[in-house]
């Protein structure tokens, strides 16, 4: 079984802790694991997924931090961690990961995680997270006096929080009317 590429076990009644066995699955490609009711940290052993381009663990109740070991994942498309109940920071390895366009994605909404999000991870290709409690190290975003709104590369905000492409909609639907 250690041969497995693709693991899909989403959208299931599944509870308890992660096994770290599931490490040694090394020649997985994609794992998906969200909205489940499981419960516990994210295993550093996931570290060990040398060939993973998918990991998604959105939508259960995991706690604990990211492991810094996900930086290993150098192949890694895809990283969905949000609506979780993640803390602390973002590690800095997770810098490593290219998440490379167009698929690359790093979605970590819906957590409590605090400290800066790596100037590192600003390349990535479609980087989300809540500002309310991170400040953005990347050049092209602005979390100041923002509360939980989610910035995508690319996307600028108002003062108010409201994505700037929605604020000339806005803006343009009340000149017309």
Known sequence: MTSLEILTLSDNPFTGIIPTEVGLLTQLWAFWL?????????????????????LT???????????AEL???????????????????????????????????????????SGIIPESLCSAYNLTFDCSNLLCGCDWCNCS????????????TTEDGQLLSEANQTEGNQTEA
């Not at 969905?80 to 997770?94: R, S």
């Open 57 to 67: 663990l959105e939508s259960c109740v995991l706690t604990g931090t990211i492991p």
């Open 34 to 54: 969200g909205v489940n009711a499981l419960s516990g940290t994210i295993p550093s052993e996931f570290g060990m997924f040398k060939q993973a381009g998918v």
């Open 145 to 156: 006096g923002i509360e939980s709104s989610p910035i995508v590369e690319g996307e600028t």
């Open 71 to 113: 930086g290993l994942l150098t192949s890694l498309m895809q990283l969905w961690l949000f609506n979780n109940d993640l803390t602390g920071i973002v590690p800095l390895e997770l810098g490593n990961v290219p998440f490379p366009a167009p698929y690359g994605q790093i979605i970590l909404l819906g957590n409590d995680f």
